[in-house]
């Protein structure tokens, strides 16, 4: 079943701070995140593994609640290039092919 | 090194017609996977391999066929389209490298059936 992304939107002035909610109804063994610009492929992020951790990528980081079934994807001080649409990936155990479920996605837009 | 490649970029197809999309990986690695992306939603996965001569089902695999005869090449058909086949596919590989790996993407083949 597909993860469910909240926000499905948000607009954000440069500098300002954003949360992204991915939720699943399983449990989960792993939890990928993407970015999307418009027109292009997805980039990875990170990955977040069974086990709560949180990581961090310059300003962008993530935790993973495995209680909860839930991970969010922190954007801090927002940059006009980190407009794009983010996507959840979910893996709920480790199988063969490394196969993920992906979210909706949420659309991110950072104003000048 | 390139990363993933797809080919073609684009593509209009009538009803009934058929294609291949190819796409081509030189990372080594021994997952390949094909996704269709709806305008506004995420990604479907629409078949995968997890080693050349190999493949199997995704999510959506109806009315497309896949094969991998060779490790970097993973091939999508389509043998009759029909106009909700229109999307955006994307092939996307990951190397078999213990729990902490990534999937690396193709920039896509945008394909319309009228």
């Known amino acids: 079943q597909q993860p469910v992304q909240s926000p499905q939107a948000v607009i954000l002035r440069e500098g300002e701070d954003a949360v992204i909610n991915c939720s699943s109804s399983k449990a989960l063994y792993s939890v990928h995140w993407y970015r999307q610009k418009h027109g292009e492929a997805p980039v990875f992020l990170m990955i977040?593994?069974?086990?709560?951790e949180q990581k961090g990528h310059d300003k962008i980081s993530a935790s993973f609640n495995e209680k909860k079934q839930q991970s969010s994807l922190y954007l801090t001080a927002s940059q006009l290039s980190y407009s794009g649409t983010y996507f959840c990936g979910t893996e709920v155990a480790p199988n063969a092919g490394n196969m993920l479920t992906f979210g909706g996605g949420t659309r991110l837009m950072v104003k000048p | 090194n390139a990363g993933v490649t797809q080919t073609p970029k684009f593509r209009v197809l009538k009803t009934g017609q058929s294609m291949t999309l190819l796409c081509a990986q030189d990372?080594?690695?021994?997952?390949m996977y094909w996704y269709r992306q709806d305008p506004g939603m995420g990604l479907r996965l629409i078949h995968y391999s997890v080693g050349e001569g190999t493949t199997a089902k995704g999510e959506v695999p109806d009315g497309y066929n896949v094969s991998r005869l060779k490790k970097q090449n993973f091939l999508l058909g389509l043998e009759s389209a029909a106009p909700s086949q229109t999307s955006v596919y994307f092939c996307?590989?990951?190397?078999?490298?213990?729990?902490?790996?990534?999937?690396?993407f193709g920039p896509g083949t945008r394909l319309t059936v009228t």
């Open positions: 990372m080594n690695h021994e997952y």
């Open positions: 977040l593994l069974k086990g709560g």
């Open positions: 996307a590989s990951s190397p078999l490298s213990g729990r902490a790996y990534e999937q690396y």
